[in-house]
């Protein structure tokens, strides 16, 4: 009875941590070298023009998954040095603050939310001096909607919703993404350090 009590206590346990993951993933803006959202982080040539993607991540709303996002607000730091060229997006949008690093968006229709739980709002040509540990950080949009806040609006309901989101990094201070691989060679740094005592 009580392995049957501690297995089910256990259980819970998990349950419990996998539902607090799967919410800690909604809602979250990030800057990728691919759309599909998976390359965070990439080696390249210094002083070269590369393109990041913005994308929304697992986007949820109170009425449920967003099926349809209206536009945006977030504002994009570069690493220093780097320079943001330009802005475009996958519909006819207005960016009413006019620039690629401060963005209040609107679509001029609905954008569908891609089937895989990422979806691309914004393309950003940069001119990049090269590989930088700094990275590029995502932060609310000046002014914000909603005071120190990044967000989407939520079209696929009959009343029209302000989303918060965050970014994929868990706050503004931390980078989102980074030219150079910085993760590979800390990996590589300590197995060079365990090779060491053995």
């Given amino acids: 009875m009580k392995k049957t009590l501690a297995l089910a206590a ?3 346990v998990i349950v419990l941590a996998a539902g607090v993951a799967s919410a800690l993933d909604e809602n979250r803006f990030g ?6 959202a998976t390359i965070d982080e990439i080696d390249i040539t210094a002083n070269s023009q590369q393109l990041l993607y913005l994308v929304l991540i697992n986007p949820v709303s109170d009425f449920g998954s ?8 977030c504002s994009i730091v570069p690493a220093t040095g780097d320079v943001l060229l330009g802005v475009t997006f996958p519909l006819d949008a207005l960016n009413v603050y006019g620039s ?5 968006v609107g ?3 609905g954008l569908p939310v891609a089937s895989g739980g990422g979806t691309t709002l914004a393309t950003l040509s940069v001119l990049t001096m090269g590989n930088n540990p700094e990275g590029y950080c995502l ?14 609006l939520d079209l696929g309901n009959s009343e029209t919703l302000h989303v918060y989101a965050l970014p994929v990094s868990g706050s503004y201070d931390r980078h989102v993404f980074t030219f150079g691989d910085y993760t590979v060679d800390e990996v590589r740094k300590f197995g060079d350090v365990k090779l060491l005592y053995r």
């Fill in 31 to 36: 800057l990728f070298y691919d759309q599909a």
């Fill in 139 to 152: 932060q609310p949009a000046s002014p914000a909607s909603y005071p120190n806040t990044m967000g989407y």
């Fill in 66 to 73: 967003v099926q349809i996002v209206g536009g945006f607000e």
């Fill in 100 to 104: 690629a690093d401060n963005m209040m």
């Fill in 10 to 12: 256990i259980l819970s």
């Fill in 107 to 109: 679509y001029a229709q």
